[in-house]
């Protein structure tokens, strides 16, 4: 397996601008978590996803982000308007969550989006 | 809401001594504990987990050890090398209510320095 793909590995894009960010689970995986991480406020989950269906989104910040998972195979994370404090590394996980309670998620290699 | 508080938040060893890491948890319902590395510029990677029905897990150079009663759970690496230079995450599974699914809340993370 390929593991967990994101895309694109790096984006640059000025103040005001959309911007999208893609993710492709593990085959078989049912659980997809979208992450963010700064220096200055760690590792936080933005929105999970549960057999395709947003289970919580309490970490989203604001009404700019939206999140989508159209099927089990590709979720996208959106943010319009950006802003330069939207500067962060974004990890997409995924996980199967089942009767064994395997809850071990595998990381994506993240984005690294910087807003200027 | 329900938090894993971790520390240190940094912590630099002469190579080949002892590392130790803490983390506490607040719901006592959380029944799974994984800790992940992440070197720099990397994802985070599990390199450890422990299930609430097991008190002590061993992997070659690493261990954890949960403490149930007290709720909270350590990670140790001992003979520290180089390569183990990096930011180690606890993390615990919690759930909203007892109708949703299990998530992980992570720690705020160690940055373990090893000197030559």
């Known amino acids: 397996d390929a593991g967990v793909i994101q895309s694109p590995r790096h984006e640059v894009t000025e103040m005001g601008q959309e911007v999208t960010l893609r993710c492709k689970p593990i085959?078989?995986?049912?659980?997809l978590f979208w992450y963010r991480q700064t220096m200055m406020r760690g590792l936080e989950l933005l929105i999970y996803?549960?057999?395709?269906?947003?289970?919580?989104d309490s970490g989203m910040p604001e009404d700019r982000f939206s999140a989508k998972m159209p099927n089990a195979s590709f979720s996208t994370l959106k943010i319009q308007p950006s802003e330069p404090r939207d500067s962060a590394v974004y990890f997409c996980?995924?996980?199967?969550?089942?009767?064994?309670?395997?809850?071990?998620?595998?990381f994506g290699p993240g984005t690294r989006l910087t807003v200027t | 809401g329900e938090n894993v508080e971790q520390h240190p938040s940094t912590l630099s060893v002469q190579e080949g001594d002892s590392a130790v890491i803490k983390c506490t948890y607040s719901d006592s319902a959380s029944n799974y504990f994984p800790w992940y590395k992440q070197e720099l510029g990397k994802r985070p990677q599990l390199i450890i987990d422990?299930?609430?029905n097991v008190g002590e897990k061993k992997d070659q150079r690493i261990a954890v050890t949960l403490n149930k009663t007290a709720k909270h759970f350590s990670l140790h690496i001992t003979e520290t090398q180089p390569e183990d230079s990096a930011v180690y995450f606890c993390?615990?599974?919690?759930?909203?209510?007892?109708?949703?699914?299990?998530?992980?809340?992570w720690g705020a993370g160690t940055k373990l320095i090893i000197k030559p």
């Open positions: 422990i299930r609430s």
């Open positions: 993390a615990a599974t919690t759930r909203r209510n007892m109708d949703s699914n299990y998530q992980l809340i």
């Open positions: 996980a995924s996980s199967f969550s089942g009767y064994s309670m395997n809850y071990e998620q595998y």
């Open positions: 085959s078989g995986h049912n659980s």
């Open positions: 996803f549960n057999n395709n269906v947003p289970i919580d």
